[in-house]
């Protein structure tokens, strides 16, 4: 318990040590010798992770301005509302439904609310299946397509679904949300418990053409953080819907998960990669995870059906904190740094370096673990 509540604190410190070096710019991924943030002008795909780091830290140092700031900086990326992009789930959930929960802000609600719309329309009319969208963004690629799917697409996708259901008890979510998650579990999964990493549908029909990657290693291998979004978007529709098959999807691929991640249970960049095991290994991927496995540990009372997954949250904690800097008496690096991400391995970007959604996907968990609570 102690050591969850000093990797908060650490991690709460890289928060505010990083606002104050990087002003109104936006991080991405830092060096891990330096810590040195690269930046960008406008958040990249993960903006609402930074707006929600803030928020996060605010609360926790009562500090109001921090709090200010994830607000004015949601209004910043509103822009991005009209973005054919599958990442609008997570950069308005994580600003504008998190921020109307804290605020009770009705600007904020409206926003979330349009956001969610907006995604739930993309959906490919033959098979209900979310796609990436024509204007995806993501500096590493220039993919996009209102065809192609990506495995992890069942959270960044779906995450405002499960919000805006509850909120205003539209089943237009829900169904959405169910079409999309049916077709993972019958194109994306292996019967191994592994995962495609893209497929790219016919647009009448809902035939698939081709299965590729981008991130993983090569087209037939499991790219691990795209099983940790499948995990995690799994785990997360059970929390919503209660319905078994998709209890029974998480536990397929944590299980391959599991047997394969490593003694800290932070898995290589790829499992497949034929060269296992000097390939770098992914904290971010396991921070997903362990965001979920929060999510779950705190629901009251605990559902019997999600012991055997929360039994597993202690151990990846510990695991990730091993990451987690100071690493030893005379490690000068700023404190609170996730070490040890992979974002591109194929384009060399950022293999084994500090990455913002790894910090901020572990900063949530330990948030409602000291909370006892997480956001809807």
């Not at 349009?114 to 204007?135: D, F, L």
Request: hydrophobic share 45%.
């Amino acid at each position: 318990m102690a050591e969850r509540a000093r990797a908060l604190d650490l991690l709460t410190e890289r928060v505010l040590a990083t606002r104050a070096a990087i002003g109104a710019a936006w991080p991405y991924h830092a060096d891990p010798e330096s810590g040195a943030w690269t930046t960008t002008d406008d958040g990249d795909w993960c903006a609402g992770h930074w707006i929600e780091c803030l928020r996060i830290a605010g609360a926790r140092t009562n500090n109001l301005a921090l709090i200010e700031e994830a607000r004015e900086r949601t209004e910043r990326v509103r822009p991005k509302l009209e973005r054919d992009d599958m990442f609008r789930g997570h950069r308005f959930y994580y600003s504008a439904a998190r921020l109307w929960q804290m605020l009770e802000d009705r600007d904020m609600r409206t926003l979330a609310l349009a956001a969610a719309y907006a995604v739930r329309s993309m959906a490919i009319p033959a098979n209900g299946a979310m796609p990436i969208g024509t204007e995806v963004q993501v500096k590493s690629t220039d993919l996009a397509s209102r065809t192609i799917v990506a495995v992890d697409n069942v959270h960044p996708c779906l995450i405002l679904d499960w919000w805006a259901y509850k909120e205003t008890g539209d089943e237009t979510f829900a169904d959405g949300a169910r079409a999309h998650l049916d077709t993972t579990i019958a194109d994306f999964i292996r019967a191994d418990g592994s995962t495609v990493e893209f497929i790219d549908y016919h647009p009448r029909t809902g035939e698939v053409l081709r299965e590729f990657t981008l991130l993983g290693a090569h087209d037939k291998s499991c790219w691990s953080r795209g099983q940790a979004w499948a995990i995690a978007g799994f785990l997360r529709a059970w929390e919503a819907l209660r319905e078994p098959r998709y209890l029974e999807a998480a536990r397929k691929l944590f299980d391959y998960w599991w047997e394969r991640a490593g003694p800290d249970h932070v898995p290589p960049y790829d499992f497949l990669d034929s060269a296992l095991p000097q390939v770098p290994v992914d904290t971010s991927a396991s921070a997903i995870v362990v965001e979920q496995l929060a999510r779950l540990a705190v629901l009251d009372p605990l559902p019997p059906e999600v012991l055997p997954f929360v039994g597993r949250l202690e151990p990846m904690l510990d695991g990730l904190c091993r990451h987690l800097t100071p690493l030893g008496a005379d490690d000068r690096r700023p404190p609170g740094m996730l070490l040890d991400g992979c974002f591109n391995r194929p384009l060399h970007v950022a293999e084994r370096h500090e990455l913002l959604w790894g910090d901020a996907y572990l900063l949530m968990a330990l948030s409602y673990l000291e909370s006892g609570a997480a956001p809807a």
